[in-house]
């Protein structure tokens, strides 16, 4: 069965500084990645995928993730976090049969001035 | 684009009552999905429509659940004898057809079942 972990329930990190979210998955064939972001009492906002091609994907609001087969990780990276980034973020891998997604648990994101 | 709209935004009900929630999906996409998210967890996933079809429901979706998607367009959930662990937030995806398509999602409805 697919599923994604992530590993930290929270992650904080001061305003400027690079910033790392981590995921982890484990799937059969070749996985389909994503990370959403929520803001409180918001529902998912899309950031990025991994379906194929260069490890290194860019999304939203200058957000980039690099897939790595060897470690079976996709991680969230921001090279200068702001303050407006502090919100939730979930992992998720596509089922294939279904297109459903299967989400990670959500790591709290807390940028600080 | 409008978005997913999903209404209400929030619902209060009594423990037994039944409940509904509507969900407009983005208006060219075929796929809609109905997901449930309780506090600090991720979005879990209840069932899933292709055009009016519903195609997959998952274990989570006992019996007094039930959603509807008769034209292919919105789709209502409803709960029926609501139960105290219904509350959570249930949020409505949709997307286009293929694996490369990305879940736009909803705001979601709050349910409290007091």
């Known amino acids: 069965a697919q599923s994604v972990a992530q590993p930290e329930d929270q992650v904080n990190v001061a305003e400027g500084n690079p910033l790392t979210v981590k995921c982890t998955y484990s799937?059969?064939?070749?996985?389909?990645l994503f990370w959403y972001v929520q803001y409180p009492n918001r529902g998912l906002q899309f950031l990025l995928k991994y379906i194929t091609g260069d490890n290194l994907v860019k999304g939203s609001y200058g957000f980039e993730a690099e897939f790595n087969k060897s470690q079976t990780s996709f991680h969230l990276k921001k090279p200068s976090a702001l303050v407006s980034d502090s919100a939730l973020y979930f992992c998720a891998v596509r089922d294939m049969g279904t297109d459903k997604l299967i989400f990670g648990t959500g790591t709290r994101l807390q940028v600080f001035p | 684009d409008t978005g997913v709209s999903q209404d209400p935004r929030h619902k209060i009900t009594k423990r037994g009552q039944n409940v509904t929630f509507r969900c407009d999906p983005i208006s060219e996409h075929n796929r809609l999905y109905w997901y449930r998210q309780t506090l600090g967890q991720g979005p879990e996933f209840l069932t899933y429509?292709?055009?009016?079809?519903?195609?997959?429901k998952s274990r989570l979706l006992s019996d007094r659940f039930s959603a509807e998607r008769p034209k292919g367009s919105f789709s209502t959930l409803e709960i029926q004898r609501t139960e105290q662990g219904d509350s959570a937030m249930y949020l409505c995806?949709?997307?286009?057809?293929?694996?490369?398509?990305?879940?736009?999602f909803g705001n979601g409805t709050r349910l409290t079942v007091t």
């Open positions: 429509f292709q055009n009016e079809a519903q195609l997959e």
């Open positions: 799937v059969s064939g070749n996985p389909y």
């Open positions: 995806a949709s997307s286009l057809e293929g694996d490369n398509s990305p879940l736009h």
